[in-house]
């Protein structure tokens, strides 16, 4: 009978006291330490009938009703524990989102906050030129902006462009961007409330557009030069919204330049929280759990809605990150 053969060797150091191998050593050591060798000879036919002994045995009568009564259990456990891997994720995890608001402000804003004293010195570090201000938007609310520019004083007569940062930080974090347009332009920029050393206010859609416009406002009676309007990500939406408020009481910006927008916050959500936002998309009651929810507290951020109502000139960008 044929029998393939598996050899492996084992080396170690001979003892200088006992039997020496009468073979050359296999392997050379500083100080001339031999070693010397051991064969183990595998039969793979050996271990192929032991294996078909072992499943003989396990395939036995008694044995047969025990592996059964194994499949049933272990089958059971799998259903019981993709249950409740499925209630888990598609409804209790959904559930404080539909809930509270302020699980949804918690995710949807990413503030970054500080005393008036870091905002007067900040943007100098990047030989910025800028006024640090406050626009009182109503009692006991007020928001903070820069006013930068290269230049040594404030060009009335040159073009202004207001930034509307995306939501996370504040405006100290986007001092790059105010380096590069800081000379075509005189760049405002200003936090949204609650952010930065903007009072804190409740986060909701119509408080801050209603921030945006009274900013909008304060630079018209600061400017005879055109304005731009340029809004990051979620800053886009409150942008586009106030934009199209404005419009209605007859003020149009030159411009409006959307960088990364989304059409709706509920869309975005499928995409920015991934993979559980992804998967939350697929859910037959999305809309209920999440687009609902946030339309009911005022954070639909629906832009496809608002750009409707925009009559100015619009750039849309997408920026990678």
Known sequence: ??????????????????DRCAEEPILGYENDVEYRKLKCTLSIAKILSSLRRLR???????????????CWITS???LILLTITFITLFVLL??????????????IFNPDTGPH??????????????????????????????????????????????????????????????SVYAGPFNVIAFDYRSYGDSSSFDLVEDGLVDD??????????????????????????IATHAVARLRNEGVVPTGLILENPFTSLSDWIGYWYWPLGRIFSWMPWYDAFVTEPLIENGLSFNTSSYIRNVDCPILVLNAGY
């Open 94 to 107: 959904p559930l404080p989102f539909k809930n509270s608001i302020e699980f949804q402000r918690s995710l």
């Open 117 to 178: 004293s870091d905002y007067n010195v900040s943007g100098k570090s990047r030989g910025l030129n800028f006024t640090n201000q406050y626009v009182t938007v109503k009692r006991n609310l007020q928001i903070g902006l820069w006013n930068v520019s290269y230049s040594d004083y404030y060009h009335r007569s040159k073009p202004t462009l207001i930034h509307f940062h995306n939501q996370n930080g504040d405006r100290r974090k986007y001092e790059n961007f105010y």
């Open 56 to 70: 003989y045995w396990l395939c036995s009568k008694g044995t047969r009703r025990r592996c059964r009564k194994c």
């Open 1 to 18: 009978m044929s029998c393939c053969l598996f050899e492996c060797s084992v080396v170690f150091p001979a003892d200088a006291d006992k």
């Open 212 to 237: 945006a416009v009274h900013v909008y406002s304060w630079v018209l009676n600061s400017t005879k030069g055109d304005v731009y309007v340029w809004g990051d990500q979620l800053g886009a939406a």
């Open 76 to 78: 059971i456990f799998i």
